[in-house]
């Protein structure tokens, strides 16, 4: 599975997060590992 | 297909802009920000090198981004901070000021902050401007954007900076084209540009050199530059009318790549071939308190809060 598809699957859109492994930003198109930690950060911000 | 090369060079890309049919790595993403930003400047006259730019900031992503990018095109560029005093139970003000302030401390460039804390000025905070008028939490935002744009000519005016810039990006600014279009704002339609010129009775040139990149560029860049910023959205911001306008675009931009960029560029250039009239600009005058340019004689919207 892709992280786009992880997005995805979470009902997320992929435009309003971004994915991040270590502190380092990753490309959507990464495949996920069977370890480690992705943390998905907000990119919308409004109001 | 696994993750796509950087254009530029042979690493592994870490964001892939399909409007732009563009992936790139750390580096050339960067590089592509800061250069499309110098670009939008140049193109929109928004100012030059040698002029004084005053940055207004909030301690989030969009603000410290644009003063990162400015401070490396060498640019003159210094920050102003409102404390709106929106910390109880929240802390949020508090916050997004050690935000900003955190961001001159980290920054390898000469800058400075100017911080305009609205209690110790005014004797009040903006939620307290906002409680003598009536209308519950849709005034106090339109009392919120009343109040920082007083205070960011004020300031931009009596410290002497040639513009004052907005961390605006291209969804804030499809956001407001969308609600717009949909009332049929024609006088805002007519308005809406990257940049406002100074006029003759003290209302400062206004630019938005970032308007030119989405939300999520504008964040990337953030992130790869090691900025740290407030994640926290203002705690009177849940339900706003702009959240939902880009959640629209944003599903329409996610089966279709580009239209938000579509959507807003194309307006600009049909805006240049006059399809929205002129609208007169009413008679303004000069506010007895504070000097500044009012719609109405007297005391402006802002001082009347006070």
């Known amino acids: 599975m892709t992280i786009r598809e992880m997005i995805t699957s979470l009902g997320l859109n992929p435009q309003s997060v971004l994915a991040v492994k270590e502190g380092k930003l990753i490309s959507n198109e990464t495949r996920l590992g069977s370890q480690g930690e992705i943390k998905l950060i907000p990119v919308i911000s409004g109001g | 297909m696994g993750v796509h090369r950087c254009r530029r060079c042979a690493a592994d890309s870490v964001i892939n802009m399909s409007q732009h049919r563009l992936a790139l790595c750390e580096t050339h993403f960067s590089e592509w920000v800061e250069s499309m930003t110098l670009n939008f400047i140049k193109k929109h006259r928004m100012f030059e090198a040698g002029h004084r730019v005053l940055v207004a900031v909030s301690g989030g992503k969009d603000s410290l981004s644009l003063w990162r990018i400015l401070l490396k095109l060498g640019f003159h560029a210094d920050g102003l ?14 916050r997004s000021r050690a935000y900003a302030r955190k961001f001159t401390q980290d920054q390898l460039f000469q800058t400075k902050l100017h911080v305009v804390d609205l209690a110790e000025i005014y004797g009040k905070t903006v939620l307290e401007m906002a ?5 519950g939490k849709k005034k106090l935002c339109s009392v919120c954007g009343l109040v920082k744009r007083h205070e960011m000519n004020r300031v931009t005016r009596e410290l002497g900076y040639e513009v004052i810039v907005t ?9 407001v ?4 279009v949909l009332q049929w704002e024609a006088e805002y339609l007519s308005r809406q540009s ?7 009775l003290g209302l400062v040139k206004k630019a938005k050199p970032l308007a030119r990149f989405y939300e999520r560029e504008t964040a990337a860049y953030a992130i790869i530059n090691g900025i740290d910023y407030i994640l926290d959205e203002c705690p009177f911001s849940l ?9 629209i675009l944003n599903s329409m931009e996610n089966s279709s790549p580009g239209t ?3 959507f807003y560029f194309n307006f600009l250039r049909t805006k240049k071939k006059n399809l929205f009239q ?19 004689p007297g005391l402006c919207a802002f001082c009347r809060l006070l």
């Open chain 2, 81 to 94: 901070y409102i404390d709106l005093g929106i910390d109880e139970g929240c802390g949020y003000s508090s």
């Open chain 2, 177 to 180: 084209l969308l609600g717009n």
């Open chain 2, 278 to 296: 002129e609208f007169e600009r009413p008679m303004l005058s000069l506010c007895e308190k504070c000097g500044q340019a009012t719609g109405a």
């Open chain 2, 260 to 262: 938000k960029l579509r």
């Open chain 2, 194 to 200: 990257p940049v406002l010129p100074a006029d003759g």
């Open chain 2, 239 to 247: 339900g706003a009318t702009s959240l939902r306008l880009k959640e």
């Open chain 2, 131 to 135: 409680a003598c008028r009536m209308g």
């Open chain 2, 167 to 175: 961390g605006h990006n291209l969804d804030d600014e499809a956001a």
